[in-house]
């Protein structure tokens, strides 16, 4: 896990480097007369109650990373693992020995960030959502709330769930069992192995059917949708089994966001639709899931395409000024709560997070 630590701090810190960098070249003539005041904001996946520390080890890494980005030295392990026991041994709130060109640093969750464009919407809906984010290693699967706290967006994060099913590894499953699939059909006929054996006389002889090659892709890319699937679908149940069990949605259509990179796959879209028959099967009434695009802001400035935003959705969140996020809640922070039940002290006139205190006390159970 050290290991790990300062890998990920170095390449953070080059990331910066890099994106000031170019910055600093690109808009000098806009910039080059002003004091910058950065504001440094990282990203990360919504933490299970048993990684409650991954703030702190975000913010650790973020932090060493901006101080190692700004020194002229190499990116040894000496340098940084010096920086990053500087960082540890600060007191919390202070930034140790990071100059005072970096106004404000804040670990966030991706998801907020992802969705910052939709909050801010003519088309937004509160309540119940879905996130399904296909990246190159992992597949993210969230389920939160939105609604408006005191004129401020709010984002309960109710669960998540992190599986090795990213782009990245369905290329390589792919391919390995391919090379599986030609090893299996050249060792198949013992005879070959016989030296007495006549040598074919025709080298395509020695090629393996083409079906048994679309075989054995297609068995890894089934694998890969029902396990996606079932990622889904568990997240789905928790929320409506006992963190969100008397939403409106579930007598609507469930909003998803399906996006990442490797979202334009038909594998992962066809999760969306498959999710949809689960829960119209499920729960009486409901209408299934129905994807939710996120759409380009109108005051992004760069060349790219709309359909292509979604990509980019975490980096335009992560550069909007923290005010502007809203503020949100960890799965640790909200408790569980039981389906509504006619007759209850809980009455039915609001769902519990539109009432003033987000926490479900005794007295509402």
């Not at 953070?12 to 002003?34: E, M, P």
């Amino acid at each position: 896990e050290a290991d790990e630590l300062v890998r990920c701090t170095a390449y953070l810190a080059l990331a910066l480097r890099r994106a000031r960098s170019w910055f600093l070249t690109n808009q000098k003539d806009v910039y080059g007369h002003y004091k910058l005041l950065w504001h440094h904001h990282l990203g990360m996946p919504v933490p299970q109650p048993s990684e409650s520390d991954l703030s702190a080890i975000y913010e650790i890494m973020g932090k060493a990373a901006w101080t190692i980005s700004l020194s002229d030295d190499g990116l040894s392990d000496e340098f940084i693992v010096s920086t990053l026991q500087e960082i540890m041994s600060t007191p919390a709130g202070e930034m140790a020995s990071t100059p005072d060109e970096m106004e404000e640093f804040a670990v966030l969750p991706e998801v907020i960030a992802e969705v910052i464009g939709y909050a801010n919407s003519d088309f937004r809906s509160d309540g119940l959502h879905l996130m399904i984010d296909v990246g190159a290693g992992t597949l993210d699967v969230c389920g939160f709330i939105l609604f408006e706290h005191r004129e401020h967006d709010r984002y309960s994060l109710l669960t998540s769930k992190v599986e090795p099913l990213g782009v990245s590894i369905l290329d390589r499953s792919r391919r390995q069992s391919i090379i599986d699939a030609v090893s299996r059909w050249l060792t198949s006929d013992q005879k070959s192995l016989d030296p007495a054996a006549p040598i074919p006389s025709d080298f395509e002889q020695y090629l393996p059917d083409a079906q048994n090659m679309r075989e054995a892709a297609f068995h890894v890319d089934e694998n890969f949708q029902q396990q996606s699937l079932r990622a889904a679908i568990s997240i789905a149940h928790t929320i409506r089994s006992k963190r969100d069990p008397n939403s409106a949605v579930w007598q609507q259509e469930l909003p998803v966001f399906l996006c990442g990179g490797g979202s334009a796959l038909e594998l992962y879209k066809d999760i969306v639709d498959h999710l949809s028959d689960w829960l119209k099967s499920q729960i009486e009434g409901s209408l299934g899931a129905r994807r939710v695009p996120l759409q380009k802001p109108g005051n992004l400035v760069g060349d790219i395409e709309d359909e292509s935003f979604h990509r980019l959705a975490v980096a335009w969140g992560l550069r909007q000024p923290s005010m502007d996020l809203g503020d949100y809640l960890h799965p640790e922070e909200i408790h569980d709560i039981s389906p509504f039940r006619p007759g209850g002290r809980d009455g039915a006139e609001a769902p519990w997070w539109k009432r003033g205190d987000p926490f479900i006390g005794p007295e509402q159970m």
